[in-house]
Structure formats: C-alpha cells, structure tokens
C-alpha cells in the first residue's frame, strides 16, 4: 500500500494562469474525493468520483473549476484562471467501496500559492 | 447532512486523558459518527469511527450515548506529538457522499 500520492506538492502561479494537479489514490479504491482548505479552516469538499463518473459537485466548484477521473484511476483537478483566492492547500483522499467505505485515506496535498 | 459542533481548541499535558465532545443533533439513523486528526501540512488521517456505545482502538476510544445526539473522543495518556487538529464528521456508513468537516478542535498538549 504506498498511499495516496499528489503531485505537485507545492505550485506557485500568477494570477490569471491555468494550473493542473493530479491525485494518484490507493489502487483498489473506486472512490475518490477532492477537497480545498484554508489555514486555520476545516477541509472543504469540492468534487466525488466513484470509478469515473462525478457523482457529486459542490457549489465551491466554480465553472474555473474542472476535475477528471478519465478511467477510474488518476485524477486531476484544473483550475482555470486562478485568482488571489484559489490559494489553498488542495487535497485528496480515497476511499474503498467494500470494507470500510467510510474510512478517507487522504493524499499529502498540493499547495497553491497565486500571486 | 447532520451538522456537528465542538471546541475550537483545548489544552492538555503529557500524560493526561483527553476528552474531546462533538455534538450532532440532528444524526440521522443511518449516519456514523466519524473522527479525524490532522497535523500541520498533512492530511487528516481517520481514527476512529462508532454507531452508538462504545467503540476502543489502538488510538482511541469513542464514546455515543444512547440518543447519539453527542459524542466523546477519549484519547488516553496524551503525549507532544497528539498536538493536532481533531475533526468530528457524521456520515452515512456506506460511504461515497459529500464530506462535511468542520473547523475542528485544536489540541494543545504541553510538556
């Protein structure tokens, strides 16, 4: 089990550029989740796969905002444009849909500083 | 999605038990009452997770009475290295959903 992996793990980009993560999750696990948080906050859901299909979206995935699941195993999260206020820490986390589907094994997170 | 509430930060030294409470009012009868903790640029990482009662691991206890209105995480015998944000989360047991995390209670522990 080698967990799951994020790269990158920081990015510094100027405002107004388009920026790519990319979550690798734990191998058997069909379920995976994207989060952003904020120093001293909680972490925020942004986006659920399970296997390839987005099932659910929150409302802080603004239209800048796209994440992929292209064949159920990697993911990657664009955001498009980035302003001041996408800096955040962006994490990611797996979860099995057997034993323990509750259980989120988070990613080390990526960094994203826009200045 | 029920909402959770607990302290934003408590302190604690060595060696002591702790006991963090997080209350869920409006559980559903499905939901689990689910805890994380996070150090500074990690993760958070589960600990544990209960139905109702009492439920102990290597890490934690988890203490829900029989309305389940609240719980208690008791974490024995606290060392520096449980200083940490501690998340509760009411979730539906089958996983696959919308996570909601609050702000957590920050644990001080002090030598």
């Known amino acids: 089990d080698t967990g799951v992996s994020q790269d990158p793990r920081h990015k510094i980009t100027k405002r107004g550029q388009n920026v790519t993560f990319r979550c690798d999750p734990i191998?058997?696990?069909?379920?995976l989740y994207w989060y952003r948080q904020t120093l001293g906050q909680g972490p925020e859901f942004l986006t659920y796969?399970?296997?390839?299909?987005?099932?659910?979206k929150s409302r802080l995935l603004s239209d800048r905002f796209s994440a992929e699941r292209p064949k159920g195993s990697f993911s990657t999260l664009e955001i498009q444009r980035t302003e001041q206020g996408d800096s955040a820490m962006y994490l990611c986390?797996?979860?099995?849909?057997?034993?323990?589907?509750?259980?989120?094994?988070f990613g080390p997170g990526t960094r994203l500083t826009v200045t | 999605l029920a909402k959770t509430t607990q302290p934003i930060s408590m302190d604690s030294y060595e060696g002591q038990e702790v006991n963090i409470t997080c209350s869920h009012n409006?559980?559903?009868?499905?939901?689990?009452i689910t805890w994380y903790q996070q150090f500074p640029s990690q993760g958070p990482r589960f600990i544990i997770q209960?139905?109702?009662t009492k439920v102990t691991n290597e890490v934690a206890s988890l203490f829900i009475p029989a309305d389940r209105k609240s719980s208690t995480l008791s974490l024995p015998r606290v060392s520096l290295s449980d200083t940490a944000v501690y998340y509760c989360?009411?979730?539906?047991?089958?996983?696959?959903?919308?996570?909601?995390f609050g702000a957590g209670t920050r644990l001080f522990v002090k030598a």
């Open positions: 986390a797996s979860s099995p849909e057997g034993d323990k589907p509750y259980e989120q094994y």
């Open positions: 191998s058997e696990h069909n379920r």
């Open positions: 796969f399970q296997n390839e299909a987005q099932l659910e």
């Open positions: 409006n559980i559903a009868t499905n939901d689990y």
């Open positions: 209960g139905y109702k």
């Open positions: 989360l009411v979730v539906p047991n089958t996983g696959g959903f919308k996570t909601i």
